[in-house]
């Protein structure tokens, strides 16, 4: 069903001509023009009435044919107004393509006529066309410039419209500073033209982003707003969603009684109001609660309601949708051959409709339910499909909408987690490191919410031959015969040669000599690492360690980096190189490593790698360690250029005051001024001069960005990791990828802090290497925690003073600067710069080779 957004409707955009009257006879030439342009207006007319009788087609042709007349008759204005009749038509029988497209004509005549009011309108319907095809990002690259001509044209309402529009972009790209902003001033707007309805709609806005900050008080109470203006003008349409949306926050509350309660009302009001597609929709709701408290009886019985009445209604979408939420019902309960039929019936609805995500979503959740009946080979053929889908859809557009992910059974990045845990289990270990390579894309996704793939990711995960042999059978085979058919691609696949199995795709055949990749994957039960260098076939080696005792060892280790008086740190890491590196220490001996590719999973990507100690030496004392987002998205063919042309920032301050709630960085100064006399190509900005904006503009061209201030990253939400310049102001992650950073090697963040409240997933360092590298940037270097002062200043002139020799790699200046710390003389009384606590929290992302 198409989403609601604020706009202009049908019957208040289109145009139509009156059939002329009498015109003066001129000429005949005259006369017959105006003959042809009363033809045009009766053609437009006619597609008026046909249009609302439904024959949308005949509806088109007469337009089109009025359409011709204008442009045979050069009459640009008329012209337009058809293609504004077409644009409007199209989107509201949801052909967003083609609407675009003669919106996008329609822009360019009032352009040309100057046509400020056409301009506008034209801009609103092209953001309203890209937001329904979920393309928000192409969309609020229109709506700016529609909003700057409604506010000179003094049009209040499509101003306050335009702003609610892009709120919701910016929501639904997951940058809910940004969609505050806008849902405010749609507030503002409203509430000064007494636009009750519109006031609702804003306050609606400000609740959805609020839920999707966690903040549910807020949330609720703009809700409970948004529902009060409804039912004080007994809008009954819009009361029902207010109740939707607050059952949705009691939901995230765990709230399920409220939840169960909100849903009934919800689908009273459009049982009502005869809505039949909102109540499936909420009854749909009302299965997920009951499905939640285990109630699984309950559950089946409102999706068969909702089922029931999709078919009634000929929804297909909703239909598959009830279908999806049967299929999960049947399978919790232990009912596999209703499972297995429901989702079978489901994939058929999607694939007719190309519902490309619903697919992935069931094929996802048909994979499951396969691996629970020990069906391995199949539900690998399930997951992969799965997987293909997504990646194949991130390449272009936005990945799963957040109504999509919570259909899953489990997070979406739990398939590709499966999917390896399976792969490893047959053995197929080249195929698991590939999805593990995609996993962090996957949960770069999650976190961000506007990651998009490029060519390699888009590729996915082969399917062997006999797997493709088989694929189109899944959809329909009977529950009886499903072991059969496991047997025989579980016979088909060992027959295959090692080589097929492990076939190695062509960009990692381009990794360097010396460079190995190592990929763990946190299991429940054990860890899993995968190693890989040129020219050999993947290794895997796995350790049994309990997820639990493995956080603990990871947690007890940071614990003592982060403490430079801690003489326990060289046990703690010890006790973790066991883990992470002994299993792996002959494999890295045997392929001669000097460089280890480094693709931390989840709490892993809060400790240093370089920092492991094997009772004897710490690990960069043996190698150069470098992060990776995923090898997919890194290029081991871009080199760093030769000219360094340095932009160097410092937050400054004194130690012992307080600035913006965070202590001032004197070192950083000096940090700064070392940078610029080691390279006279250095523009430098410090303290209150060191500000966002000013900064923005200063980076372009340089190829190297070193921020020497304060930085935060947190697990949750990227709007709550950030950078701090001098003068207070500040840059969100979730904003780092809009500066122009095309023509840096490398990012330096000098005093960043992460894990900051409590350990997550790590997400926020892939994101800030993501989203540095998405600037442009080939690489950054982060600290893990903060390092004192006076210990990031040594490190840095070290790291800067090694690229200044010229012909050396970022990762290997990083390695040379912490050996200089290692092995630095400690002298009594003096500070032990030896302690990984000053040399170990910097690790490099991205492409330092």
């Given amino acids: 069903m198409r989403k609601s957004f604020a706009g202009l409707g049908l019957t208040s955009l289109l145009f139509f001509l009156p059939i002329q009257g009498i015109y003066p006879l001129l000429n005949l030439e005259a006369q017959a023009q105006t003959d042809r342009q009363a033809e045009a207006g009766r053609l437009i007319n006619q597609g008026l009435q046909q249009y609302r009788s439904s024959q949308f087609e005949s509806a088109f042709r007469s337009w089109q044919q009025a359409l011709q007349i204008y442009r045979d ?121 007494k636009d009750r309805a519109g006031e609702g709609r804003a306050l609606g806005g400000l609740g959805i982003v609020y839920r999707e900050l966690g903040q549910y008080d807020k949330a609720i109470a703009y809700l409970q707003q948004d529902l009060a203006i409804a039912k004080e003008f007994n809008d009954r349409g819009s009361e029902g969603r207010a109740l939707n ?36 929709r909420a009854l749909g709701n009302l299965a997920v609660i009951y499905s939640i408290y285990k109630q699984y009886d309950n559950a089946i019985a409102f999706h068969q309601q909702q089922l029931a009445i999709a078919r009634d209604i000929k929804d297909l979408a909703t239909e598959a949708r009830a279908l999806d939420g049967l299929g999960i019902a049947y399978q919790s309960k232990g009912q596999h051959e209703q499972a297995i039929a429901s989702y079978q019936q489901e994939l058929a609805i999607i694939r007719e409709l190309k519902d490309r995500n619903g697919e992935a979503r069931a094929l996802n959740n048909f994979g499951l339910l396969l691996a629970s009946q020990n069906q391995p080979q199949l539900a690998i053929l399930s997951y992969k499909q799965s997987v293909n889908i997504q990646e194949s859809i991130r390449k272009d557009i936005r990945g799963l909408s957040k109504e999509e992910q919570q259909s899953f059974l489990e997070t979406v990045a739990d398939t590709y987690r499966y999917l390896a845990d399976l792969l490893l289990k047959q053995g197929r270990v080249m195929e698991a490191m590939q999805i593990l390579d995609l996993l962090k894309i996957q949960e770069l996704e999650d976190y961000l919410k506007n990651v998009k793939g490029n060519d390699r990711t888009a590729q996915g995960i082969r399917l062997l031959e006999p797997e493709k042999a088989i694929s189109s059978q899944l959809s329909a085979i009977s529950f009886e015969k499903i072991s059969e058919l496991n047997r025989q691609l579980a016979n088909q ?66 614990s003592d980096l982060q403490d430079f008086s801690s003489i326990d740190v060289k046990t703690s890491s010890k006790k973790l190189y066991d883990v992470l590196i002994k299993p792996i220490a002959s494999d890295l001996k045997q392929a001669n490593a000097n460089t280890i590719l480094y693709a931390p999973d989840r709490q892993l990507r809060y400790i240093p790698l370089a920092a492991l100690y094997d ?24 080199k760093p250029q030769a000219n360094l042309r340095i932009f160097a920032g410092a937050f400054g301050g004194k130690g012992s005051e307080t600035r913006f709630g965070l202590g001032g960085l004197p070192s950083t100064i000096p940090e700064v001024e070392n940078i610029a006399s080691t390279f006279l190509d250095t523009t430098k900005l410090v303290e209150r001069n060191f500000t966002a904006n000013a900064t923005k503009a200063k980076v372009v061209g340089q190829t190297i960005v070193h921020f020497a201030t304060h930085s935060e990253f947190k697990s949750g939400s990227p709007n709550d990791s950030y950078v701090l310049f001098g003068d207070g102001s500040k840059v969100t992650l979730a904003e780092i990828n809009e500066w122009q950073l095309k023509d840096a090697d490398l990012v330096v963040l000098s005093a960043c802090q992460t894990g900051v409240g409590s350990l997550g997933n790590g997400a926020e360092i892939l994101g800030f290497g993501y989203q540095v590298q998405r600037a442009g940037a080939k690489a950054s270097i982060a600290s893990l925690w903060t390092v004192s002062d006076g210990g990031t200043q040594l490190l840095m002139e070290a790291f800067y003073g090694s690229l200044k020799k010229g012909n050396v790699s970022m990762s290997a200046s990083l390695r040379e600067a912490q050996l200089s710390m290692i092995r630095r003389p400690i002298n009594k009384g003096a500070i032990n710069y030896n302690h990984p606590y000053y040399w170990s929290a910097f690790v490099l992302i991205g492409n330092g080779l």
Avoid: C
Wanted: aromatic share 10%; net charge neutral.
């Fill in 615 to 638: 009772g004897k030496q710490w690990l960069v004392e043996k190698y150069r360690v470098n992060n990776l987002i995923a090898y997919s998205l890194f290029d081991p063919d871009s």
């Fill in 73 to 193: 008759l050069k009459d640009r204005t008329g012209e337009g107004k058809v293609l504004n009749n077409l644009g409007i038509a199209y989107y509201s029988l949801g052909r967003y393509e083609e609407s675009v497209k003669f919106l996008h004509m329609r822009l360019a005549i009032a352009r040309e006529l100057h046509d400020r009011r056409a301009e506008g309108n034209a801009l609103d319907g092209i953001g309203l066309n890209y937001m329904q095809l979920g393309q928000f990002d192409r969309a609020i690259a229109f709506y700016p410039k529609a909003l700057e001509i409604f506010r000179e044209l003094n049009d209040r309402t499509n101003e306050g419209n335009a702003s609610g529009n892009l709120g919701i972009a910016y929501r639904e790209l997951g940058r809910y500073e940004q969609a505050l902003a806008f849902h405010q001033q749609q507030l503002a707007i409203t509430r000064e033209i």
């Fill in 493 to 558: 696949i060992q027959q295959l040669p090692k080589s097929e199995i492990n076939q190695v795709p062509e960009y990692l055949q381009k990794l360097p000599k010396g460079a190995v990749l190592i990929y763990p994957l946190i299991l429940s039960d054990r860890l899993e690492l995968i190693l890989f260098s040129a020219n050999t076939t993947p290794i895997n080696r796995t350790v049994t360690i309990k997820k639990a005792d493995l956080e603990k060892l990871i947690s007890d280790f940071r």
């Fill in 245 to 280: 949306n607050l059952g949705i926050v009691y939901s995230k509350q765990h709230q399920y009684e409220k939840a169960i309660v909100t849903y009934q009302r919800v689908i009273d009001v459009f049982h009502a109001l005869n809505d039949r597609n909102s109540e499936a």
